[in-house]
Structure formats: structure tokens, C-alpha cells
């Protein structure tokens, strides 16, 4: 029975469509994602990597399909709800609070954790995995350098204490240099136990730090496979790698 | 401690000013610039703090203002002692109006609110009981003094003033306390709040019922004052706007910015009307017209930003020249 249960996936979506007034954004997309892994969402600008995203989150609603998450139905549920349930969002583009400081930043990630004490551990250990952001805890976050603000970003996240992180195009804006670091904290933080689905344009860096992945496009699924398998397929060096 | 000092001599200077100046015509402007520093500081809470940008906040002004008339009218009731049921209605309205239009974003909740506010005034003009067209009159003269009806200026002067510190004493509360703090993470970005658990819709309800329900307390004060109301004084549309304009010159989302705001512009208003007489009536638009123009284009934050932000550089720059000069 226990068995069972940990085979299970923490998330999965079966059919997500989500449509903006007329238009499509999602059409159909299924994906399973399982506990402890990291989990890559690839496609081309458009192809439906953050609507999917924001539709597990709970910030728009799925025209049909499923959302399942730790063995519930959260398809209709409120983004508050979800994220009291462990799934954090670290939206495309940061979407900070530009006028206020690091740490009100940070605190507003804690906006579902009701002890005041787990919040202040949570603030340590974020703290303790972005040093920097510790520096600059009284700096307004509109200040900060793309880096130190995907760091932010990421923190922030993390201030939920969730189970799964899902991460919309980490690497958008950013130098090679500060990208690498990035997933380097990203690996960190799975073998601490944190479950990832990751949506990027960079397939590259993506494929080599995930276990599998998924490829959209137009809001399908149009592949999907173990990431090693993925990175040596033919027509994805041809589309996304540019070999 | 030093601001604690400036807003000490700020208050004394307030609570002196109708005996320093004691001539009617600048008693009556010194309560009239109270007054609509309540209603801005009110309007402050939802438009300012949470960002949502109300033009309908006449219809809350007219709800305390038609509740204090109404209620003087059909029961005999001294009209501010009607000021808890224009709340209580107000807060309904507003969440009435709220859990539709609060989701609408942007420029959509403005248009919504002032489609709502002319709905509210074209319903009133037709109600017989609230006066219709005509409108509806208070104690001619005062049966005791709780009528609060008063020939001098004085004594509105002082209890707008009361209020005026209750809506500040509250709005001071509400920015340093959690819903504060969320409202102003909706401002920021009401995306990445609601993707954080913020529960937006509720919190920005919270502040418009509470908005609301301070602005009808300004409005019955008004209809106190005036011992009258009607459709286009209680509910018309420049009622609104002024509102509106108060908080954003003077600095909306300040504690302090809508009350600069009404002291600049109440005077200007009143000076307008007295020198131009009836004839001035249509220009007051055109007035408001240009200081939305201005304001928009020069000083989105407004001037009480504008000075903070001028004190600040000031204070940073000596502090920097103390440096230099100590190295």
C-alpha cells in the first residue's frame, strides 16, 4: 500500500486546456511529475510553458482537464489554497515588488505560513542558501541586478516551504555566468529534497539538469522522454539546439 | 523624534487656526478643507493604498448624506444620528459593488464605478422619499444641539477636525498592519501576491467596505453643515472627481497626501467661485481638468512625494557632506 502511494506522482495534469476569452493558450497538455525529480518544460515562446505554469498555480482557470497534486484534485482550487498545499510558483520575468525591501519580499512568500516562528527558520534558511540576499535584506528590490533578482525571485518562492517549486524561465535576461550558479543552487536544492518542474527556452541547460522532460508546442504535447534520451534525438538538436 | 516634533507644531498650528483667523469666510474654508480632507483620506484607503482607482466614491458621500437628511426628514432623527446607518448601508453597497467590479482591472473598475455612481443618482432623482429632483433639507432651525446646526463655522470646524484625526488614527493603524502590507503588495503587483496566497480579492474588499464606510461619514457631516442635499450635490459625478483629485495632488497612498490636497485645492475652489461669482460655475471642470493634466504628466506620486523625496535627497547629501567633511 505505502508502496503504492510514494509511486504515485505529486503532480500530475491530465488534458489542461485553458482558454483566454476565445483563444486557445493551453489545448492539451498532460504531464506527470514525481517526487524528488526534476522535471523540464520545453517549447518555443508561445507554446503554452507559462499559461500551463499559472494554471497549476491557480492564477487562471483551466477551461477543462485536471490538476493533481499530492493525491488531491486541485484543479478549481484558489491560488491561496494551493499554495498553503506545498506548490509554490516563481513567476516568469520575477514579478517582485519593486518598491519594497528584500525581506518584505521574502515575508510576503510566508503569506500562507501562519507561526511566526517557522517563518523566521524559513527566513534563515533562505538566508542560508542566498547569502547575498541576506546583505541586502533592507535594499528595495528594484534596485537589485538581474541576478540577485531571480535570486530574490527564487527565495521568495522557498518562503512557502513547498514540496514542489515550479520555476517559469529561470534563466530569461540573465548572464551564462550567473545561470550556471542558478542551477547549481537549483541541484542543491532537489537533493535537499525539493521537487522541481522547470519551463525553459535555454533546452540545453534544461536537459542536462532535469531527469525528464516535455516538449510542448501550440499548446500540445509534442514529446516527451528521459532528458539524456531527449538531448541525443535528432530532431530536437535540429529544432531547439541548433546542431 | 524630529517628525514627532514637526507634526506636533503642524497640529497646534491646526487646532489654532480658526483663532488666528477668525473671520468667517476663512473659518468656514478652514472646515470646508477639513472636510474634504476626510472623504480624500477615505477615498486614500482604497485608491491609494490598494491602488484601485474608485471615481464613484459620491455614491458612499451621498449614502451618509441621504440617511442623515432622510432620516431628519421621516422620523425627526438629528441627522448625524443617522451617521451608523449610512455606514452600515455604504459598507453594503460597497460590497455589493466590490465582489463584481474588484476583479475587473485597471481602468475597467474605474469605468465600473463611475457607471455605478450614475446609476445611483438617476435612481435617487426618481425616489420621492429622498426628494426626488429637489432634494431633501435638514432642521431650519436647531431644536437642541445635537441638530448641530450652527450659524458660525467654528464649531464644524472642530468636529471635522475630531474626525478628520479618527480617519487618519485608522488609516495609520491599517499601513502598518498586515492588510497593509498586502494591499500594498497588490499595488506593486497583484499577480505575484495572489501567486504568493494572498487572497487579493478579499483584501482589496476589505479596504473598499472600510473606504466606503468612512466616505459616508463625510458626507453626512456635509449635509449636517449644509442642511441640504440633492442628486447633483450628493451624488454628481464632480463630487468624485474631487475627491479624487485631492488625494492624487497631495500624494495618494500618504497618510498625510490627501489632506495637502484638499487644503490646496478647497481654497483655489472657493477663491474661484468668490471672484467669478455664478459665472465661475462651469470653469471649476476646466480647473480640475488642467490639474489632472498636470499632475499626471509632472507628479503621478504628488506633492507631498515630491517634497518627502526633495527632504530626503537634501538630508543625504548634508549627511554625505558631514562625511567628506569629517574625513
Redesign the interface.
Known amino acids: 500500500m505505502s508502496n503504492l502511494e510514494t509511486s504515485q506522482p505529486l503532480l500530475s495534469i491530465s488534458h489542461l486546456e485553458v482558454k483566454y476569452g476565445d483563444l486557445i493558450g493551453v489545448a492539451d497538455v498532460s504531464l506527470e511529475v514525481g517526487r524528488g525529480q526534476i522535471i523540464a518544460l520545453l517549447g518555443s515562446n508561445g507554446a503554452g510553458k507559462t499559461t500551463t505554469l499559472n494554471a497549476i498555480?491557480g492564477?487562471i482557470p483551466a477551461s477543462s482537464g485536471q490538476v493533481e497534486f499530492a493525491g488531491h484534485d486541485i484543479t478549481h482550487q484558489?491560488?491561496?489554497a494551493i499554495?498553503?498545499q506545498g506548490l509554490?510558483?516563481s513567476?516568469e520575468g520575477w514579478?517582485?515588488?519593486?518598491?519594497?525591501s528584500v525581506e518584505?519580499n521574502l515575508?510576503?512568500?510566508a503569506?500562507?505560513v501562519a507561526d511566526a516562528a517557522k517563518k523566521s527558520d524559513l527566513l534563515d534558511k533562505v538566508y542560508g542558501i542566498f547569502p547575498k540576499l541576506a546583505e541586502r535584506r533592507t535594499q528595495q528590490a528594484g534596485t537589485m541586478s538581474g541576478g540577485e533578482r531571480q535570486m530574490l525571485a527564487v527565495g521568495?518562492?522557498l518562503?512557502?516551504d513547498p514540496q514542489l517549486l515550479l520555476l517559469d524561465e529561470p534563466s530569461l535576461g540573465l548572464a551564462p555566468a550567473i545561470v550556471e550558479s542558478m542551477y547549481d543552487t537549483l541541484i542543491g536544492l532537489n537533493k535537499a529534497g525539493l521537487t522541481i518542474l522547470l519551463a525553459e527556452q535555454s533546452v540545453e541547460l534544461a536537459l542536462e539538469i532535469s531527469n525528464y522532460a516535455y516538449v510542448l508546442q501550440v499548446g500540445r504535447n509534442a514529446m516527451s522522454g528521459p532528458s539524456a534520451a531527449l538531448a541525443k534525438d535528432p530532431n530536437v538538436q535540429k529544432v531547439y539546439l541548433g546542431h | 523624534m524630529k517628525r514627532s516634533v514637526w507634526l506636533l507644531l503642524i497640529l497646534a498650528l491646526v487646532v489654532a487656526y480658526p483663532l488666528l483667523f477668525a473671520t468667517p469666510f476663512l473659518q468656514r474654508l478652514g472646515a470646508l478643507v477639513l472636510l474634504y480632507a476626510i472623504a480624500a483620506s477615505a477615498w486614500n484607503i482604497v485608491g491609494g493604498y490598494a491602488g484601485q482607482v474608485s471615481v464613484g466614491h459620491v455614491v458612499f458621500f451621498g449614502c451618509g448624506a441621504y440617511a442623515s437628511m432622510a432620516f431628519y426628514t421621516h422620523f425627526g432623527w438629528p441627522p448625524i444620528a443617522a451617521v451608523p446607518v449610512g455606514m452600515m448601508a455604504s459598507i453594503g453597497i460597497a460590497a455589493l459593488i466590490g465582489v463584481p467590479t474588484l476583479r475587473l482591472s485597471g481602468h475597467y473598475f474605474s469605468m465600473a464605478t463611475i457607471a455605478v455612481a450614475e446609476l445611483a443618482r438617476l435612481i435617487v432623482t426618481n425616489i420621492e422619499a429622498l426628494g426626488a429632483a429637489v432634494g431633501l433639507s435638514g432642521p431650519v432651525m436647531p431644536r437642541t444641539v445635537f441638530d448641530l446646526s450652527f450659524t458660525s463655522a467654528l464649531p464644524y470646524y472642530y468636529l471635522f477636525l475630531a474626525v478628520l484625526l479618527v480617519v487618519l488614527g485608522l488609516t495609520y493603524w491599517m499601513e502598518n498592519s498586515r492588510i497593509g502590507f498586502y494591499l500594498r503588495a497588490i499595488k506593486d503587483n497583484e499577480r505575484a501576491a495572489r501567486s504568493l496566497g494572498v487572497q487579493a480579492g478579499r483584501y482589496k474588499l476589505y479596504a473598499y467596505m472600510i473606504s466606503a464606510g468612512l466616505t459616508s461619514v463625510a458626507g453626512a457631516l456635509y449635509a449636517t453643515m449644509y442642511g441640504f442635499i440633492d442628486p447633483d450635490s450628493g451624488l454628481g459625478i464632480l463630487t468624485s472627481v474631487k475627491i479624487l483629485i485631492m488625494a492624487a495632488l497631495g500624494g495618494a497612498g500618504l497618510l498625510f497626501g490627501p489632506l495637502v490636497g484638499a487644503a490646496i485645492l478647497v481654497p483655489l475652489e472657493e477663491i474661484s467661485n468668490n471672484v467669478l461669482g455664478g459665472k465661475g460655475a462651469g470653469l471649476t471642470f476646466v480647473v480640475y481638468g488642467a490639474i489632472i493634466m498636470i499632475i499626471a504628466r509632472f507628479y503621478p506620486s504628488g506633492l507631498l512625494r515630491l517634497v518627502l523625496d526633495r527632504l530626503a535627497a537634501a538630508n543625504s547629501a548634508s549627511s554625505d557632506k558631514k562625511v567628506r567633511d569629517a574625513a
Open positions: 498555480a492564477l484558489p491560488a491561496y499554495v498553503s509554490a510558483l513567476p514579478r517582485l515588488f519593486v518598491q519594497q518584505n515575508m510576503l512568500g503569506t500562507t521568495r518562492a518562503m512557502s
